[in-house]
């Protein structure tokens, strides 16, 4: 069991050190542009409107573009191989995931994703 553990382990640890990421475009909604969000390069933030329900939006969302929803693992939607969650990270705010795996590429997916949830939520 040790010796899988550290195979697993250094599996694990190859793929964050040498990529195999995919493409990920992260959304933190806000519903107050005074709420803190984390910053990296694949992020951004959007302000929504405040009397919205963002995890039926986002399950509205993922009906309209034909996404399976994970069984396993609320708020999480797939197609192929495009994946998209969405998680409340703190009060007013929330973190949307688009990510293509394993293509390093943005695909059209994921770019009509992001632009119906800028349409339906963005203040």
């Known amino acids: ?26 959304l933190y909604l806000a519903d107050n542009k005074d709420v803190k969000t984390p910053w990296s390069f694949s992020s951004q933030t959007i302000l929504i409107k405040s009397n919205k329900d963002v995890y039926s939006e986002i399950e509205s969302i993922a009906a309209k573009l034909s996404l399976n929803k994970n069984s396993n693992k ?26 293509d795996w ?8 994921s770019k009509k994703t992001e632009k119906i949830i800028r349409e339906k939520l963005e203040n």
């Open 74 to 99: 609320k708020h999480l939607y797939y197609l192929d191989n495009f994946f998209m969650y969405v998680s409340k990270k703190g009060d007013g705010l929330w973190e949307v995931g688009l990510k």
């Open 1 to 26: 069991m040790k010796r899988f553990f550290t195979c697993v382990s250094l599996l694990v640890l190859a793929v964050i050190l040498f990529g195999c990421e995919g493409h990920v475009k992260t």
């Open 102 to 109: 394993p293509d390093t590429s943005r695909s059209e997916i």
